[in-house]
């Protein structure tokens, strides 16, 4: 069993001033979208230029942040909210909902694309493959602050990790870095490699983040607050990722469906 490492959450102090490991996940989430997003505009069929992928990366962080924060407020900690309204801009602290985000992101694109004279899916498809860069960091801030512990193994297995309480659990927020960070970066960079119908990419996107998420979360603790939704094994997280699965599926046959027409 793999006692967890104590890692501080504030990365450098500077008097008063503290920089955090998580709020530093993000910019390395936002800096490595911007890499791949410039690689992407090297190809002439995508026909976007370095600006729009400095301007949509800035849409969507400012709606990852705020959609992200207002999610996790409306569908995890609306009490905390009530108590003290202020928490909802205590980023550093952790609480971002990934669906939550997920929706300030979709009203992003749709006001750049709005700006920009492009459809909501030429934006959604040239995008969804730079977003795993971004949840895979994200989910090693969620470790480094001690978020997101694993549910007790019933077998204990090499790599199960200790939080402190000598109970062997899985790490899911590492679970989460290796599927929704690295494994759906490589389908989504090897789908996206070539030209796809408009809207096929999103669709993948879509789908594919739903089962990961859908899987995932049968390994980690609901929230303490929330429990169960349902059967007493259904938590908030998969609840909000069928969703995601079955417009994934749509979107595809229908993107499939314009494709064969044209």
Known sequence: ????????????????????????????????????????????????????VEDVIFYGAMGVILGGRLGYT???????????????FYIWQGGMSYHGGMLG???????????????????????APWVPIGLGAGRLGNFINVELPGRAMDTVMPWAFDYGDKIARHPSSLYQF???????????????RKPRPL?????????????F????????????HLGFIAFDWLTMG???????????????AISMKRAKTA
């Not at 995601?244 to 979107?251: C, K, P």
Request: charged content about 15%; overall charge neutral; proline content about 3%.
């Open 1 to 52: 069993m793999i006692a967890y490492p104590d890692i501080d959450p504030v990365a450098l102090s500077l008097g008063s001033f503290k920089v955090h490991w998580y709020g530093l996940m993000y910019l390395a989430g936002f800096v490595g979208a911007w890499i791949y997003g410039m690689q992407r505009t090297k190809r002439e069929d995508l026909n976007w230029t370095r600006k729009q």
């Open 74 to 88: 409306l569908f995890y900690g609306f009490s905390g909210f009530l108590e003290n309204p202020l928490s909802l």
């Open 105 to 127: 992101v979709f009203t992003g694109l749709y006001l750049f694309a709005r700006k920009n004279g492009m459809s909501f899916f030429q934006v959604s498809d040239f995008i």
């Open 178 to 192: 290796l599927t929704e960070g690295v494994l759906f970066f490589l389908i989504l960079w090897w789908y996206s």
């Open 199 to 211: 809207m096929a990419v999103s669709a993948v996107y879509m789908f594919c983040y739903g089962c």
């Open 213 to 224: 998420r859908f899987f995932t979360e049968f390994f980690r603790i609901p929230d303490a």
């Open 238 to 252: 998969q609840l909000l990722s069928v969703p995601m699965i079955i417009f994934g599926i749509v979107l595809y």
